[in-house]
């Protein structure tokens, strides 16, 4: 009995997890004036971002040069910034697939009216 209720829970939360990530990328879009190549350029710099920074966190500063307050504080933006230029540079392949979706669930979006 409990496995019917569970496949029914999981479904629910399926189904709105799909809601909201079709609204999240409508919001997306519309921030981006439905330009889906700059979206999922910055969604996969972002991406690529988060990535990143553990590779970083695991690098011990050499103290004669470097460490303190200032590089903890702009560490976040040097990481950011490497992440933008991978992605313009090419990135990981993110960018198409991400595109693809966001045309997809415009597409359902538009059925749906």
Do not use: W
């Not at 209720?5 to 879009?29: E, M, P, W």
């Not at 972002?46 to 200032?70: A, R």
């Not at 090419?90 to 997809?104: C, M, S, W, Y």
């Amino acid at each position: 009995m409990s496995t019917g209720i569970d496949s029914t829970v999981q479904f629910a939360q399926q189904q709105l997890g799909d809601a909201t990530a079709t609204k999240r990328a409508q919001n997306l879009a519309a921030e981006h004036g439905g330009n889906f190549d700059e979206a999922a350029a910055d969604f996969e710099a972002m991406f690529i971002t988060q990535m990143l920074k553990p590779l970083f966190e695991s690098i011990e500063v050499n103290p004669m040069f470097g460490g303190g307050k200032g590089e903890e504080i702009f560490q976040g933006f040097l990481i950011e910034e490497y992440g933008k230029s991978l992605g313009q540079a090419g990135g990981v392949g993110i960018a198409d697939h991400v595109k693809q979706e966001l045309i997809r669930i415009q597409e359902m979006a538009q059925k749906q009216q």
